[in-house]
């Protein structure tokens, strides 16, 4: 099964910026869709954003939508997450995840703090 690493959270002040990467074990580009989730303390995990498993169709949680932008880089086995004007509420551990047939793997997440 496809493993995760996720790196590039970090403490930001509001307004700032941060890009975050997930390296894939191996190649994802035409058999697992990608995206991140993220999960605030004491809160359910939730959607952020998604690429489609042939990467032609990007999905977004409509409270990052026009900040956050999902991208890959297939030769590197790597997706990524840029998050601009971060904000407070963006305050999380952030997940990157593999979706094949239903299925989810996920990496071991990496925390993102915005102090206002």
């Known amino acids: 099964q496809v493993q995760l690493v996720e790196s590039g959270g970090g403490l930001v002040q509001a307004g700032g910026s941060l890009r975050l990467s997930c390296t894939a074990s191996?190649?994802?580009?035409?058999?697992?869709?990608m995206g991140w989730f993220r999960q605030a303390s004491g809160k359910e995990r939730e959607f952020v954003a998604a690429l489609s498993w042939g990467g032609g169709s990007a999905y977004y949680a409509d409270s990052v939508k026009g900040r956050f932008t999902i991208s890959r880089d297939n030769a590197k086995n790597t997706v990524y997450l840029q998050m601009n004007s971060l904000k407070p509420e963006d305050t999380a551990v952030y997940y990157c995840?593999?979706?094949?047939?239903?299925?989810?793997?996920w990496g071991q997440g990496t925390q993102v703090t915005v102090s206002s």
């Open positions: 191996e190649r994802t580009d035409s058999t697992y869709a």
């Open positions: 995840a593999a979706n094949y047939r239903g299925v989810y793997y």
